[in-house]
């Protein structure tokens, strides 16, 4: 080719850093060090020129000398010379926030790696960026450095998408591999998950499923083009789970993970979103079964393309990094459009599934006093409530006195299983608190 | 937001159809079926004008009447309403790289599902679409419905890749399966996959790797910012397998899996890249071992996001259409770049890697006659070619007068192996070829 023909050389695109932890760091990092590779793939050199945080001196293993350090955050959107503001303060309002309506309101690019804030204030970000006709990209803010954001949002576009479900907290995922592996409890899987680094000292965040609920509710957008609605999602956590379940579990040929789950209703019920992340029995042929430690992993049904799944790091500095830059390339080439793939206004808003009437085939384990009539007690219950079951087993507890009874329930709606409990509430033969569980179908 | 915001509509899209096969009529049914779906996600409709195929009158299962037929290839391109000229003809050469030519010749958007055309000509093609400033896209060439380009070329953009590899060859993968579940020869599970469609009546393409060897050329490129190139790929396929290899594989904590490889050599041998299809060994804690029948599977290793993996059909009428119109909706919001990630002048050359120089451990499998000294000759030709062995197992072969020998290297070069089996080869006692086979590390 002549030179005539090599078009001029891009400007650089000029990046403001907010929040040097963690994942800021990693952020310096990556793109020092893949500095001239990104230029090439980005077509134009990629510069910090500004970082703010809370203190300037903390050693970060890290030279920020070289960087111009703002005290007031709002002066990276101020200034003339910054086109990108990264966000990596973290929560989903506060300063986070300011910082990110500042950005978007001053016509700037916004990338964050901040689920609960895109949660929560997604869909008036979303507008927000609309209007002032430029990017909000939050990669990072679901499974970490799995490019799934940008897998469903333009790899699986052609796609009438089922329905989206996955691991999405790498947190819990350790801990169950950890109480799968060496038959641990979950207190003691959770201690080993602190001491590793993997869970915080309070894990609630995490254990309880409100991560995970904000990455669901970010998935289910994306898939459904719906309007975000984090209220919509139930959560629970896998601090009931004991060893036995695990046992019980694999026994059955399956493993327990803590799944995210949105889904379209049948339209019988409504035809609302479901969005619901709980422990689920997943069935040894299922790839999310072999999803090990603090990896996180994606499913995604389409219409066409059938099952998808990404599995990859969900979270760490050089993972959040990855997609974080993802999105500064993605901007730098002009690669990018709506936030949740189509502008707002067009979103539909999609009422919520009663989780409750959702059928299935569920687990159900219960501690017994080891006496006879409690068999003949819980069958009943079972019957009264309209559940069927399929198995039952019954086994020595952990002491003398006690028995497990695990059963599987053929397809039904979850509401039975509720109502079978609460009969079962009110007996004196059932020590401790049942566990229930859904077996995720293929 | 006030109605004065919204953007006027834009235009449709008009794509023109070349090759109505399996692929094509899915494509005809997925723009049917999703064509709402589409519109909002692509931010303006998408229509099919014209189509062009060999036989008009075909009975294809699907109504075509309602599309402008063209006989003449060429008027799809000479056509005043045609944005986007789509190639499923197939071939490296004749009709599908003369109207892929012409389409971007004439500053048309071309999008292709031709693996074999792309790894032979991908270069030549990518550059005139720079010349013309006008879309090359390819997602469907590789790993079917996996949007495994847009997840390297975009998802893992920031990172610097160290290998990338993979099951790319669905029919290779069927048929490792059947041999693994039912203990079936490779003749017998070649015969089941072409009984269920999974195989053509002349396999050659697919077992001897040469499928794969296409598309692994075309994740190198992208993986490593170099020029594509077809001749530099080398490529064993599956014939030789037996079913003891599936079985010894398995007694080892293995599966056989048909991979395709690339890799930056580590610089002692002079930095070059290698690639390279052939069965491997994977260890079964590796996500490989558990992809089953047609599906494909790409990981990709980067610097800071660790390894990506990535499932889903790798053919088949859905899968291919639903990658085919996700480039069609890239090229509807304006959101592409260059075909390989960046310009063709600066992708580097990169030179071959010796891939007899590449260090790992070994599978070696012989047959030899069950007589005195068969196992010190085998030993001894090991050690002149510095081969050194981490395990042995001998079992009674299929017949009384044979035994079969399966052996474990340490690390250590491939040429060291086909050393050691060139001695081997002037053996009397050594039955049959001998099969060998590198163990994936992890």
């Given at each position: 080719?002549?030179?005539?023909?090599?078009?001029?050389?891009?400007?650089?695109?000029?990046?403001?850093?907010?929040?040097?932890?963690?994942?800021?760091?990693?952020?310096?990092?990556?793109l020092?060090?893949?500095?001239?590779?990104?230029?090439?793939?980005?077509?134009?050199?990629?510069?910090?020129?500004?970082?703010?945080?809370?203190?300037?001196?903390?050693?970060?293993?890290?030279?920020?000398?070289?960087?111009?350090?703002?005290?007031?955050?709002?002066?990276?959107?101020?200034?003339?010379?910054?086109?990108?503001?990264?966000?990596?303060?973290?929560?989903?309002d506060?300063?986070?926030?300011t910082?990110?309506?500042?950005?978007l309101?001053?016509?700037?690019?916004?990338?964050?790696a901040n689920?609960?804030?895109?949660?929560?204030?997604?869909?008036?970000?979303?507008?927000?960026?609309?209007?002032?006709?430029?990017?909000?990209?939050?990669?990072?803010?679901?499974?970490?450095?799995?490019?799934?954001?940008?897998?469903?949002?333009?790899?699986?576009?052609?796609?009438?998408?089922?329905?989206?479900?996955?691991?999405?907290?790498?947190?819990?995922?350790?801990?169950?591999?950890?109480?799968?592996?060496?038959?641990?409890?979950?207190?003691?899987?959770?201690a080993?998950?602190?001491?590793?680094?993997?869970a915080?000292?309070?894990?609630?965040?995490?254990?309880?499923?409100?991560?995970?609920?904000?990455?669901?509710?970010?998935?289910?957008?994306?898939?459904?083009?719906?309007?975000?609605?984090?209220?919509?999602?139930?959560?629970?956590?896998?601090?009931?789970?004991t060893?036995?379940?695990?046992?019980?579990?694999?026994?059955?040929?399956?493993?327990?993970?803590?799944?995210?789950?949105a889904?379209?209703?049948?339209?019988?019920?409504?035809?609302?979103?479901?969005?619901?992340?709980?422990?689920?029995?997943?069935p040894?042929?299922?790839p999310?079964?072999?999803?090990?430690?603090?990896?996180?992993?994606?499913?995604?049904?389409?219409?066409?393309?059938?099952r998808?799944?990404?599995?990859?790091?969900?979270?760490?500095?050089?993972?959040?990094?990855?997609?974080?830059?993802?999105?500064?390339?993605?901007?730098?080439?002009?690669?990018?459009?709506?936030?949740?793939?189509?502008?707002?206004?067009?979103?539909?808003?999609?009422?919520?599934?009663?989780?409750?009437?959702?059928?299935?085939?569920?687990?159900?384990?219960?501690?017994?006093e080891?006496r006879?009539?409690?068999?003949?007690?819980?069958?009943?219950?079972m019957?009264?409530?309209?559940?069927?079951?399929?198995?039952?087993?019954?086994?020595?507890?952990?002491?003398?006195?006690?028995?497990?009874?695990?059963?599987?329930?053929h397809?039904?709606?979850?509401?039975?299983?509720?109502?079978?409990?609460?009969?079962?509430?009110?007996?004196?033969?059932?020590?401790?608190?049942?566990?229930?569980?859904?077996?995720?179908?293929?």
């Amino acid at each position: 080719m002549s030179a005539s023909t090599v078009p001029a050389p891009r400007p650089p695109l000029r990046v403001a850093l907010a929040g040097i932890g963690v994942v800021g760091g990693g952020v310096v990092r990556l793109l020092e060090a893949n500095r001239d590779l990104i230029a090439r793939r980005a077509g134009r050199p990629v510069e910090i020129v500004a970082i703010s945080a809370r203190d300037r001196h903390r050693d970060r293993g890290i030279d920020l000398a070289r960087y111009r350090w703002e005290d007031d955050m709002g002066a990276l959107v101020a200034a003339d010379d910054v086109d990108v503001v990264v966000e990596m303060i973290g929560g989903a309002d506060g300063a986070a926030l300011t910082l990110a309506r500042q950005t978007l309101g001053a016509g700037k690019a916004l990338v964050t790696a901040n689920k609960a804030m895109i949660a929560h204030h997604g869909l008036d970000l979303a507008r927000l960026a609309e209007e002032k006709d430029t990017p909000l990209k939050y990669e990072a803010a679901v499974a970490g450095g799995i490019p799934v954001i940008k897998a469903i949002r333009e790899g699986a576009s052609a796609n009438e998408i089922a329905r989206v479900y996955g691991i999405l907290n790498g947190t819990c995922n350790y801990i169950l591999t950890q109480m799968e592996r060496n038959g641990a409890s979950f207190a003691e899987a959770l201690a080993a998950a602190q001491a590793e680094g993997y869970a915080e000292a309070d894990p609630t965040f995490d254990v309880d499923g409100i991560d995970a609920a904000h990455k669901l509710s970010i998935l289910a957008a994306l898939c459904f083009g719906t309007k975000l609605d984090i209220d919509a999602v139930t959560a629970d956590g896998i601090r009931n789970l004991t060893a036995a379940d695990i046992r019980e579990a694999e026994a059955l040929g399956h493993r327990v993970r803590l799944i995210g789950m949105a889904e379209r209703d049948s339209g019988e019920n409504g035809g609302g979103l479901y969005q619901h992340v709980q422990p689920c029995l997943v069935p040894s042929d299922h790839p999310l079964a072999y999803v090990p430690g603090a990896l996180n992993a994606v499913v995604a049904e389409g219409n066409f393309v059938g099952r998808l799944f990404f599995e990859g790091a969900g979270a760490g500095a050089g993972p959040t990094a990855s997609a974080i830059v993802a999105d500064i390339i993605d901007i730098a080439r002009d690669e990018y459009g709506p936030a949740f793939a189509m502008p707002v206004d067009s979103l539909d808003q999609a009422p919520a599934a009663d989780a409750g009437a959702r059928i299935g085939k569920h687990y159900v384990r219960l501690i017994v006093e080891d006496r006879i009539g409690v068999l003949a007690e819980i069958a009943a219950a079972m019957r009264d409530a309209g559940v069927s079951i399929e198995s039952l087993i019954q086994r020595g507890g952990d002491d003398e006195d006690s028995v497990i009874i695990v059963l599987v329930t053929h397809e039904g709606p979850a509401n039975a299983i509720h109502a079978a409990l609460g009969i079962l509430a009110a007996s004196d033969h059932v020590v401790g608190t049942p566990m229930h569980m859904p077996i995720l179908a293929l």
